[in-house]
């Protein structure tokens, strides 16, 4: 069964490839969005009685800290889009490579129970005579 898990794990990674790309591109299209959001959130303002008076609601929400892991992460972000990627990558191919291996494993615990499938092949030759040999 090493052939199977090998194509296998080979489709599993192919297969997966493109959704990975798309779900690693929204996880960075999320973060660049928070970290916009949360940018904008500490110039906020309040208008009272025509008076423009200035808050930090990142502040008053405590999520300073939020806004630096997300700068962080857009950083990063190359790095970490190809590190998802690789990941999700790698992931379908291991979930190939374990529902692979499972229906290998169940056709061959089938085939010895019912004593499996046996293909006989046998050349078929033609005539001399019929001009298809040239």
């Given at each position: ?40 959130w500490q ?92």
């Amino acid at each position: 069964m090493g052939s199977l898990s090998k194509f296998g794990c080979l489709l599993g990674a192919l297969v997966s490839c493109v959704p990975s790309l798309l779900l690693a591109s929204a996880g960075m299209l999320t973060v660049s969005g928070i970290r916009r959001l949360l940018e904008s959130w500490q110039g906020a303002e309040i208008h009272i009685l025509g008076q423009a008076i200035p808050i930090n609601v990142l502040a008053l929400l405590n999520l300073e800290s939020l806004l630096q892991r997300a700068q962080m992460i857009e950083g990063l972000s190359w790095a970490l889009f190809f590190g998802l990627v690789v990941l999700g990558s790698c992931l379908g191919g291991l979930v190939f490579l374990v529902v692979g291996d499972l229906a290998g494993w169940i056709y061959n615990l089938v085939a010895s129970v019912s004593g499996g499938l046996e293909v006989e092949l046998t050349e078929v030759r033609r005539p001399r005579g019929t001009g298809e040999d040239r």
